[in-house]
């Protein structure tokens, strides 16, 4: 079964037109098919055309959380709620086009258990946010600890076994391009022309993509804690500079200032360095804290010979052996 997880807020006159659009891409994948939309707290009519839809449409699985709980928690509960070997996700507002849905199922029946969707080319109607998301990846590749595929959204599909490992992970600020690159697997890209929206305005406020902005950084980089020791160097290394200068200067100008500006630079440096320490240890309590696993098992391979024996075990009452995907 293919899952398509969509996001739903105050979406009321696109739900009808999304859904057919949806039929109709879905209609060639010769696969069992589902679409989890989840009404995020809508303050409109959207839950009431979503729960229609699903008394029309057996493949129509609705949420509905108890408020607005954000983007990215609709996203979260619908990848708990989806039951597919993979799992679309889509914005439902035609900015990720239906159409392309066929061509992430075939990279995916193509061996890939992540495939990004990337984005060619972008509309956007809002000017400045056209010219802030290239800077804002370009940020984000200089930033991240690992590679992030840039100019790619929530857009894309994941394989079961991606799924259950994002689903396993407990953090709550969440920014899902950086998770699905993170928890690794054979990942594919798809590429396609991002467009407009088909009505209405966006529901992401200006204030809301700087905090998913914020998310993005803080859950992927320690580079900007460790930017004090940069900085503690510079100031050190200006110190002993001055230092010497007060030494071996020569000029009539009293050298105390010298020594004044290379004792104020010195403890400058020494009180960056502290701070860039607490720094790395507060990197690591952030760590401790959000569980992420220290690696994750994409598959085991043994002999038929070893798994067979294994099984016989646990069934004559032996020890269990951890688990394994054969």
């Known amino acids: 079964m293919i899952s398509?997880?969509?996001?739903?807020?105050?979406?009321?006159?696109?739900?009808?037109?999304?859904?057919?659009?949806?039929?109709?891409?879905?209609?060639?994948?010769?696969?069992?098919?589902?679409?989890?939309?989840?009404?995020?707290?809508?303050?409109?009519?959207?839950?009431?055309?979503?729960?229609?839809?699903?008394?029309?449409?057996?493949?129509?699985?609705?949420?509905?959380?108890?408020?607005?709980?954000?983007?990215?928690?609709?996203?979260?509960?619908?990848?708990?709620?989806?039951?597919?070997?993979?799992?679309?996700?889509?914005?439902?507002?035609?900015?990720?086009?239906?159409?392309?849905?066929?061509?992430?199922?075939?990279?995916?029946?193509?061996?890939?258990?992540?495939?990004?969707?990337?984005?060619?080319?972008?509309?956007?109607?809002?000017?400045?946010?056209?010219?802030?998301?290239?800077?804002?990846?370009?940020?984000?590749?200089?930033?991240?600890?690992f590679p992030i595929p840039l100019n790619a959204g929530i857009f894309g599909l994941l394989d079961r076994q991606a799924v259950d490992s994002i689903n396993s992970l407990r953090e709550g600020s969440r920014y899902l391009p950086g998770l699905r690159a993170w928890v690794g697997y054979k990942t594919g890209v798809v590429l396609y022309d991002r467009k407009e929206r088909a009505g209405g305005e966006g529901k992401l406020t200006f204030l809301s993509r700087i905090k998913y902005a914020m998310d993005a950084i803080t859950s992927f980089s320690y580079k900007p804690l460790r930017l004090s020791f940069g900085l503690a160097g510079f100031a050190i290394s200006l110190a002993v500079i001055l230092a010497v200068c007060t030494v071996f200067s020569k000029s009539s100008v009293n050298p105390l200032g010298y020594g004044i500006a290379a004792a104020v630079f010195l403890m400058g440096g020494f009180l960056l360095l502290s701070v860039g320490v607490l720094g790395e240890y507060l990197g690591r309590v952030y760590d401790e804290v959000r569980s992420r696993p220290l690696s994750i098992i994409n598959k085991v391979y043994e002999s038929a010979q070893l798994n067979s024996e294994a099984n016989m075990g646990r069934r004559a009452g032996d020890r269990k052996r951890p688990f394994r995907v054969a």
Not at 93 to 114: H, I, K, T, Y
Request: no cysteine.
């Open 4 to 145: 398509v997880v969509v996001p739903i807020f105050n979406e009321e006159e696109l739900v009808d037109l999304f859904h057919a659009a949806l039929v109709d891409a879905m209609k060639g994948i010769g696969e069992a098919w589902e679409v989890v939309y989840v009404n995020d707290g809508s303050r409109d009519t959207s839950l009431q055309r979503l729960t229609e839809l699903q008394a029309e449409d057996a493949h129509v699985v609705v949420v509905d959380l108890s408020r607005n709980w954000g983007h990215m928690g609709a996203i979260s509960a619908g990848l708990q709620t989806a039951h597919g070997d993979a799992v679309v996700l889509m914005d439902g507002d035609f900015q990720d086009p239906p159409e392309v849905v066929p061509e992430l199922v075939a990279a995916w029946r193509g061996g890939a258990q992540v495939v990004t969707a990337v984005r060619r080319s972008r509309q956007e109607r809002r000017k400045i946010l056209a010219k802030l998301f290239p800077i804002f990846y370009r940020l984000m590749g200089a930033l991240s600890d």
